[in-house]
């Protein structure tokens, strides 16, 4: 059981540039979701997903993408990066709603030059 | 939507000794409060939960209590080693809500000192 799995572990990209971090979990969860974690400060909702084809809003939606074309996998995609998403990303995975334990990934280390 | 803050940011310990962060929160429908802990490196871990109809639970040598009324909730960790030391956080969800929106504090980082 391998739980959270995330790649890259590290990237470094240009500004103006793409890409999409990978989220996969082995739990067959239903719930799943993006975290930022930016220096020193908490962990913030981008995206999540309450089961396949599902997906919605956090609070800091604005310049990335996702979707959730099965159980298993939930990437998250930034088009356009810029140096205010230069932070470190978690995904993450419940099996039901509010009130149970999420499991994280162990994080994807961006930095937008 | 709901804010949670967490103090102090900062937190040195020496071992043996106690160490407690505390913690408020706004939306008095909250009723789920998890303490995670991240070590260097790594994701968020767990490390218990509360639910509001509980005014403390324990765990070993970790404790949390929750006072709805006054809306705050602490982490109390005793006997402290060096193995507790790295950035703890404590959340807040309603447990009827769709998606376990955890709304996370920002952070307090443990240093024990041997």
């Known amino acids: 059981n391998a739980g959270v799995t995330q790649t890259p572990k590290f990237r470094i990209l240009k500004i103006g540039q793409s890409m999409t971090l990978q989220c996969t979990q082995d739990m067959n969860h239903n719930y799943m979701y993006w975290y930022r974690q930016d220096p020193g400060m908490g962990l913030k909702l981008i995206y999540y997903s309450v089961g396949a084809g599902i997906t919605d809003k956090g609070e800091v939606p604005n310049g990335y993408n996702v979707s959730r074309s099965t159980t298993e996998d939930f990437p998250l995609r930034l088009e356009l990066a810029a140096p205010s998403q230069t932070s470190v990303y978690f995904c993450?995975?419940?099996?039901?709603?509010?009130?149970?334990?999420?499991?994280f990934g162990q994080g994807t280390r961006l930095t937008v030059v | 939507g709901e804010n949670v803050e967490q103090h102090p940011s900062t937190l040195s310990v020496q071992e043996g000794d106690s160490a407690v962060i505390k913690c408020t929160y706004s939306?008095?429908?909250?009723?789920?409060f998890p303490w995670y802990k991240q070590e260097l490196g790594k994701g968020p871990q767990l490390i218990i939960d509360i639910r509001s109809n509980v005014g403390e639970k324990k765990d070993q040598r970790i404790a949390v209590t929750l006072n709805k009324t006054a809306k705050h909730f602490s982490l109390h960790i005793t006997e402290t080693q060096p193995e507790d030391s790295a950035v703890y956080f404590c959340a807040a969800s309603t447990v009827k809500a769709a998606g376990n929106k955890l709304t996370f504090g920002g952070g307090t980082r443990v240093l024990v000192k041997p």
């Open positions: 993450a995975s419940s099996y039901v709603a509010g009130g149970t334990e999420a499991f």
């Open positions: 939306d008095s429908a909250s009723n789920y």
